[in-house]
Antibody
Framework: QVQLQESGPGLVRPSEALSLTCTVS????????WSWIRQSPGKGLEWIGY???????NYNPSLKSRVTISVDTSKNRFSLKLSSVTAADTAVYYC????????????WGQGTLVTVSS | DIQMTQSPSSLSASVGDRVTVSCRAS??????LNWYQQKPGKAPNLLIY???SLQGGVPSRFSGSGSGTDFTLTISSLQPEDFATYFC?????????FGPGTKVDI
């Protein structure tokens, strides 16, 4: 069955960039959208954006100026870059599979806590 | 953005109880409404998609209903493993948005 695994630094300095990668294993990579979501105590669950196999993206306007989602189809993985982070970006970051038809998030990674602090 | 609200924010229930959680969208979202269950320290898990379709592997005691702006998640007979937080999410238009959650505890 398909599994998703986030990886990346757990601590990022303010004003620097947050970079995370999600590796997909055990299933098709080409038939879905691939999403990033974050969860913080203050803002709940927040959809960051998604990318298709072909590289088409859709971002949350609240983060659009700072977000880049990219895909590496040769390695079945996709990545998140969030620039100019502040303490407000401290959250658990999840990657997830978007089932495309209903845009429901049907498979999730375990999540990774990213703390923004000097 | 479409705003999602849930009620109640928390509820106390017992094993065997019928539990209902409500979700409301700030504008019509047709049936593009999904429900997730989240347990502490874990990722959300999809229960219901398209308002009333049961995700594979999810027990049949979970059901969803509604369309337009008002939706309901029902657990017909609460089991010990159902104590968790439940979120709704609209997938009608981006940015996709989530409700604030309903915590179900004893």
């Amino acid at each position: 069955q398909v599994q998703l695994q986030e990886s990346g630094p757990g601590l990022v300095r303010p004003s620097e960039a947050l970079s995370l990668t999600c590796t997909v294993s055990g299933g098709s990579f080409s038939s879905y959208y691939w999403s990033w979501i974050r969860q913080s105590p203050g803002k709940g669950l927040e959809w960051i954006g998604y990318i298709s196999y072909s590289g088409s993206t859709n971002y949350n306007p609240s983060l659009k100026s700072r977000v880049t989602i990219s895909v590496d189809t040769s390695k079945n993985r996709f990545s998140l870059k969030l620039s100019s982070v502040t303490a407000a970006d401290t959250a658990v970051y999840y990657c997830a599979r978007d089932n495309l038809g209903e845009n429901a998030l049907d498979v999730w990674g375990q999540g990774t806590l990213v703390t923004v602090s000097s | 953005d479409i705003q999602m609200t849930q009620s109640p924010s928390s509820l106390s229930a017992s094993v065997g109880d019928r539990v209902t959680v409500s979700c409301r969208a700030s504008q019509s979202i047709n049936i593009y409404l999904n429900w997730y269950q989240q347990k502490p320290g874990k990722a959300p898990n999809l229960l219901i998609y398209a308002a009333s379709s049961l995700q594979g592997g999810v027990p049949s005691r979970f059901s969803g209903s509604g369309s337009g702006t008002d939706f309901t998640l029902t657990i017909s007979s609460l089991q010990p493993e159902d104590f968790a937080t439940y979120f709704c999410q609209q997938s009608h238009s981006t940015p996709f948005t989530f409700g604030p959650g309903t915590k179900v505890d004893i």
